[in-house]
Structures are given as structure tokens and as C-alpha cells.
């Protein structure tokens, strides 16, 4: 019994871990910029921004980081 109750406070320690890895993941971005272009990425992988010659492409950004999250 002992060891099931040391297993779940070694589940939810590694739980805590990962949800700040992920925090910590979301905070770094990286641009790119190319032929009136300019894409924001964070470091889990999603888009936060896209320009398309100086204008927001809002709702390209929620299609793509929609389509990745259902093939992750």
C-alpha cells in the first residue's frame, strides 16, 4: 500500500515538472521574416502570430495550430 501512495507522489511530482517545462516552453519565441512574411512560433511548437504584407492572419494561425494539436 505504501508503495502505491509513493508511485501517486511520484505521478503528480512528475505532473508539477512537466507543467512548468510546458510554461517555461510557451514563453520563448522566434521570428522569421521573408518576402513580406513574418511568423512568430513559441517554443511547444504553435504559431503565435502570422502577417501576410503587414496584415493579421488571426484566423490562419488558429486553423494550422488547430490541425497540428489533432495530428500530436
Not at 512537466?18 to 510557451?26: F, W
Not at 504584407?53 to 494550422?64: A, F, H, K, S
Amino acid at each position: 500500500m505504501f508503495d502505491k501512495i509513493r508511485q501517486g507522489k511520484e505521478l503528480l511530482k512528475l505532473r508539477q515538472q512537466a507543467k512548468q517545462l510546458q510554461a517555461e516552453l510557451e514563453q520563448i519565441r522566434h521570428t522569421e521574416e521573408r518576402s513580406g512574411m513574418k511568423v512568430t512560433v513559441n517554443g511547444t511548437q504553435n504559431i503565435v502570430s502570422l502577417e501576410v504584407n503587414g496584415e493579421d492572419q488571426r484566423e490562419l494561425v488558429e486553423l494550422i495550430n488547430g490541425a497540428m494539436k489533432e495530428i500530436q
